[in-house]
């Protein structure tokens, strides 16, 4: 069985910073990509970025410029520093992950963490 963990979600005014980080546990061989995604109250779930496992990176274009993502591979963990918050980044964060195991790939989700940027 695997779990993703995500930490590091709260509340922070405009312009502030927030460091997301997401560790993946259980009887993993190896993990593909690793990213990010978010939903916010009666939207969509988006992609905000994503990194493979040779460290290829995509980000939406909302975010570009201001979100950094980046993964520890001997931890299994994959960070997204966000910076200069903007009130449309509140959304809940979901962790995502294409991990191999024992009985083959699947695609893994965390519970999500809340991001919230007010004044």
């Known amino acids: 069985q695997v779990q993703l963990v995500e930490s590091g979600g709260g509340l922070v005014q405009p312009g502030g910073s927030l460091r997301l980080s997401c560790a993946a546990s259980?009887?993993?061989?190896?993990?593909?990509?690793m990213g990010w995604n978010r939903q916010a109250p009666g939207k969509a779930r988006e992609l905000v970025a994503w990194m493979s496992s040779d460290s290829n990176t995509n980000y939406v274009d909302s975010v570009k410029g201001r979100f950094t993502i980046s993964r520890d591979n001997a931890k299994n963990t994959v960070y997204l520093q966000m910076n200069s918050l903007k009130p449309e980044d509140t959304a809940v964060y979901h962790c995502h992950a294409y991990i191999r195991t024992g009985q083959g790939n699947g695609s893994y989700w965390g519970q999500g963490t809340q991001v919230t940027v007010s004044s």
């Open positions: 259980g009887s993993i061989v190896s993990i593909d990509t």
